[in-house]
């Protein structure tokens, strides 16, 4: 395990958690990072992704205009902010640094992952 994904808790329907992923050994470099979600018997799913200067973003349709990912290049860290949640948010997330620049929606683009975080929202 590369990366440290923290900040995952138990929320209820319509609040806010905010994930960290740290780096503490510098596997970033100058590539794109991205936040991936597995629930329980389903397959792990993009989310969110930015690139390495931190100025282009993308995410999955399902989590667009909720939440927002950034990066603190000085800290070796991103973040996902995640806001409105629903019950459908619920799931391990896992941060990941991938193989080019940009981050992109598929496992196979990523080469470093985190141990993931689990997040809970109830209704």
């Known amino acids: 395990v590369q990366l440290q994904a923290s900040g995952g808790g138990w929320v209820q329907a319509g609040d806010s958690l905010t994930l960290s992923c740290a780096d503490p050994k510098r596997t970033f470099g100058n590539n794109g990072v991205g936040w991936f979600r597995q629930a329980p018997g389903k397959e792990r799913d993009f989310v969110a992704s930015i690139n390495w200067r931190g100025d282009s973003t993308s995410y999955a349709d399902s989590v667009k205009g909720r939440f927002t990912i950034t990066r603190n290049n000085a800290k070796n860290t991103v973040y996902l902010r995640m806001d409105s949640l629903k019950p459908e948010d619920t799931a391990v997330y896992y941060c990941?640094?991938?193989?080019?620049?940009?981050?992109?929606?598929?496992?196979?683009?990523?080469?470093?992952w985190g141990q993931g975080t689990l997040v809970t929202v109830s209704s």
């Open positions: 990941a640094s991938a193989l080019r620049s940009w981050g992109p929606d598929t496992v196979s683009g990523y080469r470093y």
